[in-house]
């Protein structure tokens, strides 16, 4: 099992910054991918940035392009996404995701942390 715990969320007005933190522990070595997915009130939930452990091309929602970025601190199994520019459309739970290795196994979910922008 993976367990990860988020944090970083908040409200913060329209251009501001916010930086989320997901730590991971448990077997870590079960997983092939880690990055952050969001659902907005009432919207299905979608992917925000995810990249591959073992290195390759992170992919990004086109939304987020060029104002979000992920990265990793592999010494302490931490995941960060920095977000500038914040609008009030990036308000939602964002979710700390680890995609399992084994196809058609169970991947792994943070409970999620409240992003709120405010125009």
């Known amino acids: 099992q993976v367990q990860l715990v988020e944090s970083g969320g908040g409200l913060v007005q329209a251009g501001g910054s916010l930086r989320l933190s997901c730590a991971a522990s448990?077997?870590?070595?079960?997983?092939?991918?880690m990055g952050w997915y969001r659902q907005a009130p009432g919207k299905q939930r979608e992917l925000v940035a995810l990249?591959?452990?073992?290195?390759?091309?992170?992919n990004y929602a086109d939304s987020v392009k060029g104002r979000f970025t992920i990265s990793r601190d592999h010494a302490k199994n931490t995941v960060y996404l920095q977000m500038n520019s914040l609008k009030p459309e990036d308000t939602a739970v964002y979710y700390c995701?680890?995609?399992?290795?084994?196809?058609?196994?169970?991947?792994?979910w943070g409970k999620g942390t409240l992003v709120t922008v405010s125009s």
């Open positions: 995701h680890a995609r399992n290795k084994i196809a058609y196994a169970t991947d792994y």
């Open positions: 448990g077997s870590i070595f079960m997983i092939d991918a």
């Open positions: 990249f591959p452990i073992d290195g390759g091309s992170t």
